[in-house]
């Protein structure tokens, strides 16, 4: 079964240096490899399946609604999206959702819907994005040129003019960076492939109030810590502060590509007929199954279950921390937790999938924790216990 492994680097490209893993099944916070092995998946499929792997509810109205109808275009109307999109609209601060296949394609469509906006309100040359070092926000070309991150931009000029750069978490900065040709300020409520960086207590209030007061709408790319991952249905409502535009994907259908652009009547209005479009966005298929996503997260049980494992994880990580050498710092909210190094984490993230954990690291240093929001304590335990082992030999 290694065949896997062979054929995929002989015929895929080799933009992702994978593990030797080849996953077969998954059920609940498990998954199995072509050998049998059982892994606990704190991983997620990076923060995607909220609800865990082999959901009944999701997977039986996949294969019902494949039954039924698989795609007929956004020419007609399709009751799956019809429904998902006034659940999300009931549940949040937006009047109106477009939906497309992927986080990147979200905010392409809330970068072009932010543009639009300021070009019918304020004509043009009104087009300038305020961003976020070490923000991610994706790999097209625009969703690139946002991110804060030098090493994924290297080599691709050049890139889309338009954007600007601040420290997270600096007001100050924000301010500064405003001029009479900035529409927008792009920002993560909590920064994902940055670090699990969180928001200091008044930095999104402030971003908002500075939004409001030079007339700039404010964009959160919640791609990665919508759709429960906090322990709120949205990161920002912790912070009791809702932007103009939302972003959503990866978690969103648990697993089938589905992206969300949501934003107020006002901001909507801009995207008029032909101002945008997705020949497979929000497809019935995966719109029935993000319907069962929003509904079983909305039911609250879930959501309880992430902010209560998720305390009892943080509070455990903190303690093993302080008895190994080598932990700089463990923070997180909700299922999104991370451990920053003081070493290179990629043994660790081997050595752990040796004992049976899969678990990711980013930036280099930071192991990052996002497992099902379904994860109970006891699976908590068995990886902690594993991962006090591993990290005492380092
Ligand atoms: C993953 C991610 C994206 C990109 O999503 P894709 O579906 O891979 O295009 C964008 N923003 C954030 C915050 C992400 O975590």
């Not at 969300?260 to 719109?287: I, K, M, N, Q």
């Not at 451990?339 to 990629?346: A, P």
């Amino acid at each position: 079964m290694t065949d896997y492994i062979e054929k995929t680097s002989k015929y895929v490209m080799g933009t992702y240096s994978r593990f030797p893993l080849t996953l077969v099944k998954g059920q609940g916070s498990r998954v199995w490899d072509d050998q049998g092995k059982e892994y606990l998946d704190f991983v997620a499929g990076i923060a995607v399946c909220n609800l865990g792997h082999g959901h009944p509810a999701v997977t039986q109205v996949i294969a019902a609604q494949a039954d039924a109808l698989v795609h007929v275009s956004n020419l007609y109307y399709t009751g799956p999206m019809a429904i998902l999109a006034q659940g999300l609209v009931e549940n949040s601060f937006a009047d109106k959702v477009f939906f497309g296949n992927s986080g990147a394609e979200a905010n392409e469509g809330a970068i072009k819907l932010a543009r639009k906006y300021s070009y019918d309100h304020f004509g043009p040359g009104r087009h300038e994005i305020i961003c976020a070092q070490n923000s991610f926000h994706g790999r097209t070309l625009a969703t690139l040129s946002a991110t804060g991150q030098d090493k994924v931009k290297k080599g691709f000029d050049p890139l889309m003019p338009g954007f600007s750069f601040v420290p997270y978490n600096d007001l100050p900065a924000l301010a500064e960076a405003v001029t009479d040709r900035t529409c927008a300020v792009l920002l993560e409520p909590v920064l994902g492939e940055g670090g699990v960086i969180l928001p200091d207590r008044d930095y999104l209030k402030g971003a908002k109030s500075l939004c409001r007061t030079d007339k700039l709408l404010l964009i959160f790319d919640e791609v990665q810590v919508g759709m429960g991952r906090t322990g709120t249905l949205f990161a920002h409502q912790f912070d009791d502060v809702a932007p103009d535009i939302m972003t959503l994907a990866k978690a969103l259908a648990n697993g089938l590509p589905l992206g969300a652009v949501l934003a107020t009547e006002d901001v909507a209005a801009s995207f008029t007929p032909g101002a945008h479009a997705s020949t497979f966005g929000g497809g019935p298929v995966v719109a029935a199954a993000a319907g069962v996503v929003l509904k079983t997260l909305i039911d609250g049980r879930v959501l309880d279950n992430c902010r209560q494992v998720g305390e009892y994880f943080i509070n455990r990580l903190r303690s093993l921390g302080n008895k190994v050498n080598g932990v700089k710092d463990v923070r997180g909210r909700g299922l999104i937790i991370g451990m920053e190094l003081e070493y290179d984490g990629t043994e660790v993230v081997k050595e752990m999938m040796q004992r049976g954990f899969l678990i990711n690291c980013v930036q280099t240093n930071v192991l990052r924790f996002v497992p099902p929001l379904i994860v109970t304590e006891q699976e908590v335990d068995l990886l902690l216990a594993a991962l006090e082992e591993v990290l005492k030999t380092k």
